[in-house]
């Protein structure tokens, strides 16, 4: 595994690594994929819909399935706080990086970006936070996400070409649960996410906080159960490319 020397400033040390790793594609892809897959885990289409609450979770997912069938970025942003769930993956993954019993889940990469500090460092956390970011709005400003992708609809993400790995295809809740209140301003939904194009069903526990508009989803509860079983995908999809 090829390595890079640290030296000088964090940021001056991590931001080539990371940018070493953007050169090697499907590296970086695998890395990030997980974090993609996490946050589209949310872009499911409920299995039906009801007369619920602005402040109720499920209605915060049925809008977000809305603003994805119509494209409607504004809305999706209000519905999911984007940044917030890549920083919290993110730290996730450098905290299992530092474990050695969590690490083997991992992919190799991601040992080496966190060993660097580049999943937290103040400039490279920024620009990988700001590239997912821009790939998750353009999956949903383009239709991508919907399965109905506008001609000429590109994406402002450097990183776009390396996400060729996560399942774009069509994501159904099922087993949605009921909310629960954890405190006065958040509230825990469980459901399940069918994945329609790899076949695979993921369990997600989100946790919302109540806004003035209504409420938005803020976290993962069960990320690192998440990361875990993204991870494995993403190692079986490399062993079958290698074959």
Known sequence: MQTWPVTGTDEQSTFPAVMACAGQGSLLCRALAILVCCLMLTLATPQQSAAWSETDPRSCLANMMQAVETRDTSLFERQADIEGLTRQVFAELEHMAGDEQLARWLPPLVTLLASQGALTSSLTSGFLVSEVRAFVLYGVGSGAFAGQKVPGHT????????????????????????????????????????????????????????????????????????????????????VQLSR
């Open 155 to 238: 994406s402002e993400s450097m990183l776009s070409p390396l996400f060729d790995m996560v399942s774009m295809g069509r994501k159904e809740i099922r087993d949605m649960g009921v909310p629960v209140r954890v405190d006065r301003d958040r509230m825990r939904l469980p459901f399940a996410v069918h994945d329609h194009d790899n076949g695979n069903t993921y369990r997600v526990v989100g946790i919302f906080t109540v806004t003035s508009g209504g409420c938005r989803l803020t976290s993962l509860e069960n990320v690192r159960d998440l990361i875990i079983q993204l991870g494995l995908e993403s190692s079986d999809q490399m």
